[in-house]
Every structure is written in structure tokens, then in C-alpha cells.
């Protein structure tokens, strides 16, 4: 399921600084604007510990975990949305992806340069958001014009149409992200059409210095009270430290460093996480002494869904599956026992999978 969340950001706040921690696609990092000129991809593991607790239960031969897609998009000036810097280009990388993490400078240092020449979180987002808003009211405002001859003629999926653009337009104009509009169903899937960039779920990550990676700072107190009020989250770690500890190999020496920062895990860990649920995206397991494996579905898959996700042959031919709670079968220690205690479901077609299901697909082809 290649569903991709963008980093994006002004240029020298760490985006690929962090890139680099959260993958092993090393983009260029350089104290300058535009270092990364091309998107850069990484396909990166999401940690989770009910694959290591199913692993040690099971003893596979192979284990597998999920992924997700993390694109790097080159930095953003102000007048990006009429082509400045790499606008056009950056833009339409932005339209591609299905979330966005917009990371935010919230430290002071002399050493790196800000674009602006001061450190303000808030202004460099609302830089951000506008040049968003800006190439988004381009977008609908052409659709306007597609329909707008129909509209005049009376014809009634038209007018309607019209009625939420121009709504949408006076939204866009007050400074707004298309996310926040509250839509009626028949406007859903006009909105989804446009793929607009401020309609993207989004997460702030706000880099900060070693002082305030565990409890923040002003500038986070700033990011967090607007992001309350958009109902966006925000996610706190510092991208220079993250640098440090993805160089530490020896699992011991990580843990240690952790501690003396007072973290209890490296905050791209819980980056990853974060970004695997914006993107509404959870996981069921598949276990088994030749393999245990976590697939990546869509919140809401029902059970031939989620089985289509292994193979098209298994929702097509789906008969039943048969469920196992994790909490069941990690307290139980084994399928066998999980069965002999009666805890095992048979489900059929209308079954809404669960975060963290074990299952087995009965189908026919």
C-alpha cells in the first residue's frame, strides 16, 4: 500500500537532516537553501512491538514489518505558489503525497541560518500555509470556470457545485486550510478530486535543541496552541540528536544516551508511528513457523479487503477469516492454545479488521 507522507518545510530547518535519521536514502544536507533539488524517497520500517513480542512467541524463519513511504521535498520561499525557488516543482511534489509532516524550526543557533534572519515557528508556517492556500485557490478556481457555463443554464449538479467552490474560495481567502471546511457528503468526493495541498492531513514536528527535547520550549508552546486550534498534532524532537543516535550501532550505548537525554525511545520511532497514523493506516498480523509478517491496511478494511491486500485470489475467493485477538494470543502463548481456549472468531465478509488482529484466510479460487 504505497501511501507517502511528505516533509516539508523552509529551507534549513532540518527536513533532511531528519530524512537522513529516518532513512538509509542519505539526502544531501548543507547549511543552504535547496540542497534537495529531487524528492527523495525512503521506504522505512514502522516499529512495532507486537511484532517483536509475536516473533519471540513464534520463532518464524522469516519476519516482515510494515512500511511506510517518507518523501523529502526541496525547501520553500515565499512566492513559491508564482514559481519563486523551486515553487512549481515543490508543489507538485506536495500534490502527490497523501499526508504531510511540516517540520518547524523551534531553536536558536548562530551557526545555522534562517531565511528570514530570526527564529518564529508561527510566521514560517503561516509562509507555508499561504503559498498552499494560494496554489489551492488557483486549483478551484479553475474548476470554477469548468462548470460555471452549466451553472448558468440551470443545470443543478452544476449549481451545486459552484455553491461549495465559492464557499471553498471565500474559506481559502481568509487564510484557511481547505482541511478545516466542514463538508457535506455530496462535497467529499468534489474535494477529493482536487487533491488539494491544504486538504492533507497534517503533523507538525517541531526540531528543537537538546535542552528542550524532552519538555519544549516557547516556540513549542506557540506551535502546539495553534495546531490545537487547526486539531492538527504536533511531535517534539530534536534532528541533531537524532542525527547522534542513529550513528550509535551498539544497542547498549543507544539505550544509554536515551536515558541521559531522558527519552525512553529515539523520537523518529515515534515519528514513524505518527506518520503511519495520519496517514489512517493500521496493521494485522499474519503468523505463522515459516513466517510472521505485519501488513498495512486501511482503517475501516474489511476482511476480504485486508485479505486482497496479501493476494487479489484471497477477496475474490474470500469464504471466512478466522480472528485472534493480539492481547489473546500473546496472554495464551500459542494459536493451539488460543483455540482450545475457544478464543478464536470466525468472521465473514461484513467483519471490520482491527488493529493488531491475527488472522487466517479460508478462500477459494
Known amino acids: 500500500m504505497a501511501l507517502q507522507c511528505g516533509i516539508v518545510g523552509l529551507p534549513n530547518v532540518g527536513k533532511s537532516t531528519l530524512f537522513n535519521c529516518l532513512s538509509n536514502a542519505k539526502a544531501q544536507s548543507a547549511n543552504f537553501p535547496f540542497c534537495t533539488i529531487e524528492p527523495n524517497l525512503g521506504v522505512i520500517t514502522v516499529p512495532d512491538p507486537r511484532l517483536n513480542k509475536l516473533t519471540e512467541l513464534v520463532q518464524p524463519q522469516n519476519v516482515v514489518p510494515t512500511t511506510v513511504e517518507i518523501v523529502d521535498i526541496a525547501g520553500l520561499v515565499k512566492g513559491a505558489s508564482k514559481g519563486e525557488g523551486l515553487g512549481n516543482k515543490f508543489l507538485g511534489n506536495i500534490r502527490t503525497t497523501d499526508a504531510i509532516l511540516h517540520v518547524l524550526r523551534c531553536f536558536e543557533d548562530d551557526n545555522i541560518v534562517h531565511v528570514d534572519g530570526s527564529i518564529d515557528p508561527i510566521r514560517d508556517k503561516e509562509v507555508i500555509d499561504a ?11 479553475a474548476r470554477m470556470q469548468k462548470v460555471k457555463k452549466a451553472a448558468q443554464t ?26 478545516g471546511l466542514e463538508l457535506e457528503e455530496f462535497e467529499e468526493p468534489l474535494m477529493q478530486e482536487m487533491q488539494l495541498l491544504t486538504s492533507k492531513p497534517i503533523l507538525y514536528v517541531c526540531n528543537v535543541d537538546e535542552a528542550s527535547v524532552v519538555s519544549g520550549n516557547a516556540h513549542v508552546d506557540r506551535v502546539k496552541a495553534v495546531a490545537e486550534e487547526e486539531g492538527a498534532g504536533v511531535l517534539v524532537l530534536g534532528a541533531a540528536i537524532e542525527a547522534d543516535i542513529a550513528e550509535l550501532e551498539d544497542p547498549e550505548e543507544r539505550e544509554m544516551f536515551l536515558a541521559d537525554l531522558g527519552l525512553d525511545e529515539p523520537g523518529v520511532a515515534k515519528l514513524i508511528r505518527a506518520a503511519y497514523a495520519l496517514l489512517d493506516l493500521q496493521t494485522y498480523f499474519t503468523a505463522g513457523v515459516k ?21 487479489t485470489d484471497f477477496e475474490k475467493g474470500f469464504i471466512r477469516a478466522e480472528v485472534i485477538k493480539y492481547e489473546d494470543f500473546v496472554s495464551l502463548g500459542s494459536e493451539l492454545a488460543v483455540k482450545e481456549s475457544g478464543k478464536l472468531s470466525v468472521e465473514g465478509k461484513e467483519y471490520e479488521v482491527q488493529d493488531g488482529d491475527i488472522m487466517h484466510f479460508r478462500f477459494n479460487v
Open 131 to 141: 503559498e498552499l492556500q494560494l496554489k489551492d485557490l488557483e486549483t478551484v478556481e
Open 154 to 179: 440551470g443545470d443543478k449538479d452544476a449549481v451545486k457545485q459552484m455553491t461549495f467552490y465559492s464557499r471553498l474560495v471565500a474559506y481559502l481567502e481568509q487564510g484557511k486550510s481547505a482541511r
Open 291 to 311: 513466517e510472521v509478517r505485519a501488513w498495512t491496511i486501511r482503517r475501516g478494511y474489511t476482511a476480504p479487503q485486508a485479505a486482497g491486500v496479501i493476494h
